[in-house]
């Protein structure tokens, strides 16, 4: 088969759906116009632990335009069946308005429905709840040392650590961390006799839609889930929140259709967050910094009714070369919400553990960062004994640090000012595990030339929109104006969840497999067409470019798609394909990063400010290069937060999320925002997948925060062993 010509794929192409969003026709969760629609609230709980004694909602209910109020009392007994497509961690989720046991602060307790938005929220506000309260246990520090959930053992770790010339054993702590999307959670839910339709803020369509149908027991199949846009998520959708469930529960209880938004006070509590830890780490080296040794110990919040987990362990287990590791993964139980993947789930929190400790390493040892990092490089992946798909990350180092300037550093701290300002440098490794999983596509050629490819995918942010069509523009041979590519419904292919950066590898590879399937299904057409110029060529050796099919060794030999079709009285040509992954993969695929940061730390009120950064990535193919510095520069804003600014502060009394607003949980501005660089090698990661690419979103973000706290530690000579690093902890 003769290669396509690429045109879109490798540009700088805007984003397709861009005019829809900045002129407002882009529809979200809430915004979609509904014949009969009312308004839901959601009444919270007030305690963390406890009991509903008593439930008053007369008040409420005889406001005018009140139609019903739910609770536990009077809603119905729902089914909640297994959910095999769910995310389903170790426990019992919560079976919303099912009993009064109240098991963490900000429970949905009930919910008010009206007429107008302004009545529903009234009407909340005058429910009025008493409780058995128990006090919470909502402190991971006094927590106890919770369950052990994952452990890695190679070599012996703890003899290895005896005998080593250089050991370093540190405590570090991050404060949780909420996802914050600009969209708040939000569902409109409606039904048709036994049917749900659900317009819904989600990264996952197919896992809205069983869930949906568990909870209710109806077959999946009667559940549409529509959702073709969402305003950021970061991992925060990608579970069915207690929300989808009300609103659902509310329009088959009041017979209309029902939106429900949650305010952002709500998303503290009604949605996941990335869990607290406190990680201890354990490390052995000689004096030459050759590692020898890593014993690591994280514990992690989870709520009492479930058991969460993250990749937490990989990075510790694969990223240097260390003969000797022990791992020991723990959940403590709390009076909480249960956490969800934010991004970069597990190998961020890791990263800042394990590049802090090996800037530590290397500045007992009177070595270079970078050159304490490529004396431990492996050869092959140390936890499986593969080889890699692609490891270039030595190039990623020498990359970045020419670009940077790295080796202008003075090594010793505190040996650069700016004025008042102290100023440092730090870098640190990041990495992140190429996901990927089955999808499937299918594809229309419309006789008038131009092309519907569709999946029921999503674009939480990405790009998927703009990433598809080009993917599907070059495999059809049309100009990317003549294609359309639709997301963001149940009804459509399955796709995975839009998590792990797996949506370009896995969508991407089947949006590929399709449409080379339905432009071969044109290419035959025409070879086997009697009436065609290409009638007897090689299917072979037949090129479309511009919606123009040819004979590659005669490009005046050929005829366009529209006249293809026109002659055949053929309205359309449609094809479906799919991809999915091997089952067990003869390779370890991770992408990787060099990240770079100058800060500036005043030293007399410790304030510290990122004045650069730069990131160095290899991330296989690049499909869509505007978008991947687009993803880039968002993850390092994002590190940025992890590092200085972002802490959820609960009230351990009552299990109270103290900042549940914009204006007290801190998140980078314009004002913290400075000079942002991507660097991307040029690859192409065939072993991965068709298509050559591995994951972006998670990536990018993995490594920003230690970059960042090793140049605090370069500026002031004060190492910080906590996130987020505060101007307390400097002065």
């Not at 979200?28 to 014949?35: F, S």
């Not at 429905?113 to 246990?137: N, R």
């Not at 000797?324 to 800042?352: C, E, I, K």
Request: aromatic letters at 6%; a neutral charge; hydrophobic letters at 40%.
């Amino acid at each position: 088969m003769s290669p396509q010509p690429q045109a879109a794929v490798g540009a700088p192409l805007s984003r397709v759906e861009g005019r829809l969003k900045v002129t407002g026709q882009a529809k979200y969760a809430v915004e979609h116009d509904l014949p009969g629609v009312v308004h839901a609230v959601v009444v919270d709980s007030g305690v963390a632990h406890g009991r509903i004694t008593r439930l008053d909602t007369r008040a409420a209910e005889a406001q005018p335009g009140v139609l019903k109020v739910i609770s536990h009392r009077n809603a119905p007994k729902l089914p909640y069946r297994d959910n095999p497509m769910g995310i389903n961690f170790p426990g019992r989720k919560l079976h919303v308005f099912q009993d009064d046991r109240i098991l963490f602060f900000g429970q949905p307790v009930a919910v008010v429905v009206a007429t107008t938005l302004e009545a529903a929220q009234h009407a909340a506000s005058l429910v009025e709840v008493a409780y058995d309260a128990v006090k919470p246990s909502t402190d991971l520090a006094a927590g106890g040392q919770g369950t052990e959930i994952q452990t890695y053992a190679r070599g012996d770790a703890d003899s290895a650590l005896d005998s080593a010339p250089v050991r370093l054993e540190r405590t570090y702590r991050l404060a949780r961390n909420h996802h914050n999307p600009m969209e708040p959670h939000a569902t409109t839910a409606r039904w048709d006799g036994d049917k749900l339709t659900l317009w819904d803020k989600t990264q996952w369509v197919m896992g809205t839609q069983y869930e949906a149908a568990s909870v209710f027991g109806i077959p999946p199949e009667s559940v549409r889930v529509i959702s073709p846009f969402v305003g950021g998520a970061f991992g925060s959708a990608l579970r069915t929140w207690p929300h989808v469930t009300i609103a659902a529960l509310a329009a088959r209880q009041v017979g209309r259709p029902v939106r429900l938004a949650l305010s952002r006070r709500q998303m503290y509590f009604g949605t996941g967050f990335r869990p607290a830890y406190e990680y201890t780490l354990r490390l052995g080296a000689d004096r030459r910094g050759r590692l020898t040794a890593m014993v690591h110990e994280p514990r992690l919040e989870t709520s009492n009714h479930e058991t969460f987990w993250e990749a937490t362990l990989p990075l510790g287990q694969m990223l240097y070369a260390v003969p000797h590791v022990r791992q020991s993964l723990r959940a403590v139980p709390l009076d909480v919400n249960t956490p969800l993947w934010m991004r970069g789930p597990g190998y961020s929190s890791a990263s800042f553990v394990i590049e802090s400790a090996m800037d530590e390493l290397a500045h007992e040892l009177g070595m270079d960062p970078i050159e304490l990092r490529l004396r431990n490089e492996p050869g092959e992946d140390p936890s499986t004994q593969q080889p890699f798909s692609t490891r270039r990350l030595r190039e990623c180092f020498l990359v970045g640090a020419r670009e940077f300037g790295w080796d202008r550093r003075n090594p010793r701290p505190r040996s650069r000012r700016d004025g008042d300002w102290l100023i440092g440098t730090g870098m640190a490794t990041g990495c992140y595990d190429t996901a990927r999983s089955a999808a499937q596509a299918h594809a229309r050629l419309d006789a008038d030339g131009s092309a519907v490819v569709q999946s029921a995918t999503h674009d939480s942010g990405p790009g998927t929109y703009t990433s598809m069509t080009q993917l599907a523009a070059d495999a059809l041979g049309l100009a990317v104006r003549h294609v359309a590519f639709r997301l963001g419904d149940s009804t459509m292919p399955p796709a995975p969840m839009q998590g792990s950066s797996q949506t370009m590898a896995s969508v991407g590879s089947a949006v590929q497999d399709t449409c080379d399937k339905l432009r071969q299904k044109a290419v035959k057409l025409a070879v086997e067409d009697e009436r065609s110029p290409l009638h007897g060529v090689d299917a072979d050796d037949v090129v479309v470019q511009g919606g123009r099919l040819y004979a590659k060794g005669d490009p005046m030999r050929g005829e366009t798609y529209r006249q293809l079709l026109a002659r055949n009285d053929l309205t359309h040509l449609e094809a479906g394909g799919s991809w999915t992954p091997e089952e067990q993969s003869r390779y370890s695929m991770y992408g990787y990063s060099a990240v770079f940061a100058e800060v500036a730390v005043d030293a007399t009120l410790g304030l510290v400010r990122v004045r650069r950064m730069l990131s160095v990535l290899d991330a296989g193919r690049i499909i869509s290069p505007k978008l991947a510095d687009s993803q880039a520069l968002g993850g390092m804003v994002g590190g940025i937060g992890m590092a200085l600014l972002e802490h959820t502060v609960t009230d351990h009394r009552d299990g109270r999320i103290v900042n549940a607003n914009l204006a007290d949980y801190l998140v980078p501005v314009n004002a913290d925002i400075p000079d942002l660089k991507a660097i991307y090698l040029e690859g192409d990661d065939r072993k991965a997948d068709p298509i050559g690419v591995k994951g972006l979103g998670e990536l990018v973000k993995v490594g920003v925060a230690p970059a960042i706290a090793n140049a605090v530690f370069h500026a002031t000579g004060r190492r910080v062993h906590h996130l987020p690093i505060t101007a307390e902890a400097l002065l």
